[in-house]
Each structure stands twice: as C-alpha cells, then as structure tokens.
C-alpha cells in the first residue's frame, strides 16, 4: 500500500470490511487479501473520481478554520460536517402560537 498516508485506501470503509470478515468467518487479513485479489475490494487510487474516493486530508497550519472568517465556518458545516450550511437559508418568519415568557430584570439598573 506505500507509505504515505491517504485516507480512504480502500473504495470501502474499514469497519465494513472486518464485518464481512466476520460474517465469512475468516480474519481481517485473510478476507482484505482475498478480496483484493477477487477485486470485490478496490484501491481508492484506481478511482479517484468516485463519490466515495476523495481524500479525506484537512491540514490547517497556524490557522482557526472556524473562527478566522466566515467561510471557514460554513466550509466547517458543509463539507467536513455534512450539515445544511445555512448560506441559502430560509427565512422562518414569525412563530405565531408560541410567545416569549416576559421575565423582570433582576439586577440593578444604573
């Protein structure tokens, strides 16, 4: 596999592979070799287009992604999280049944 770190290696996540491992009662190894030669396994290098295939790397060096700018923040939700962004979100407009408890103030008041 090399030796320099990727991330995914396989068109597969790891955990499913130890899964059918156990299900076909053979260990990690023994299955991980068998179906890299059958090709039920790929390398996520023979695929680089694939949904599954890019490069899961994020290197920030003397940098805060989120809190340096706005778009740090929205890359942050959309694509490491996953998450709606919230770039072209709706307006929810007013909530009519439900209405805000009034509370006094209780400090004092200069």
Known sequence: ?????????????????KASADKAGL???????????????RFACEQPDSGHNHPRNLFVWRSNLLGSSGKGHEYMLKYLLGTDSGIQGEALGSSEGIKPEEVEMAVRRD
Do not use: E, H, R
């Open 1 to 17: 596999m090399g030796w320099l770190p990727s991330a995914p290696q396989l068109n597969l996540n790891p955990l499913s592979v």
């Open 27 to 41: 260990s990690a190894a023994d299955y991980t070799v068998q179906a890299l030669k059958s090709g039920a396994i």
